[in-house]
Antibody, heavy 116, light 111 residues
């Protein structure tokens, strides 16, 4: 059964770049899409984007101009970069596996705080 | 984007009673006889957990007191016989297209 473990910087200043990585352990990496989803404190869930093992991506249009999702299939890792962050990007960021576009496995979440 | 709207925003139900959460999509999410709708449960400090997909299929290991129904644009999550461990926020989500979007969430509490 796959488990997702994520890591990355938790505190950023405005205009910096958010960088997170998620590793998949114990399951197949190919044949799935892998997503990033975020949740501002006390609020709902927002899908950021997805990638597959070939590097094919799709992004939420609301964030597309600032987001890059990449993959390292050899390590079973995928990563998120979000550029030019502001306080509005403060959130818990989750990585997740998609099974037929359904988020069936989630990482533990990383709180990223943007503050000057 | 498809907008997912849940009702109510919160509800309080007595232990052992039924809880019903509604979800409406702004567009039809029924294609090829499948409804592209999932339900998740999120407890404080935890990531969401998949409960239901294809609108009515329970994920492995999910208790059978959780059930999903509906089609097209209107969907329902029902918890029969609410247990203390069911206190959580519940989200619906469509996956018929991108961007995938979620409802705003429904907080379920014990009365």
């Amino acid at each position: 059964q796959v488990q997702l473990q994520q890591w990355g910087a938790g505190v950023l200043k405005p205009s910096e770049t958010l960088s997170l990585t998620c590793a998949a352990y114990g399951g197949s990496f190919s044949g799935y899409y892998w997503s990033w989803i975020r949740q501002p404190p006390g609020k709902g869930l927002e899908w950021i984007g997805e990638i597959n093992h070939r590097g094919t991506t799709d992004y939420n249009p609301s964030l597309k101009s600032r987001v890059t999702i990449s993959v390292d299939t050899s390590k079973k890792h995928f990563s998120l970069e979000l550029r030019s962050v502001t306080a509005a990007d403060t959130a818990v960021y989750y990585c997740a596996r998609e099974r037929e576009a359904i988020f069936d496995t989630w990482g533990q979440g990383t709180l990223v705080t943007v503050s000057s | 984007d498809i907008v997912m709207t849940q009702s109510p925003d919160s509800l309080a139900v007595s232990l052992g009673e039924r809880a019903t959460i509604n979800c409406r999509s702004s567009q039809n999410i029924l294609y090829n006889s499948k409804n592209y709708l999932a339900w998740y449960q999120q407890k404080p400090g935890q990531p969401p957990k998949l409960l239901i997909y294809w609108a009515s299929t329970r994920e492995s290991g999910v208790p059978d007191r959780f059930s999903g129904s509906g089609s097209g644009t209107d969907f329902t999550l029902t918890i029969t016989s609410l247990q203390a461990e069911d206190v959580a926020v519940y989200y619906c989500q469509h996956y018929s297209s991108t961007p995938r979007t979620f409802g705003q969430g429904t907080q379920v509490e014990i009365k």
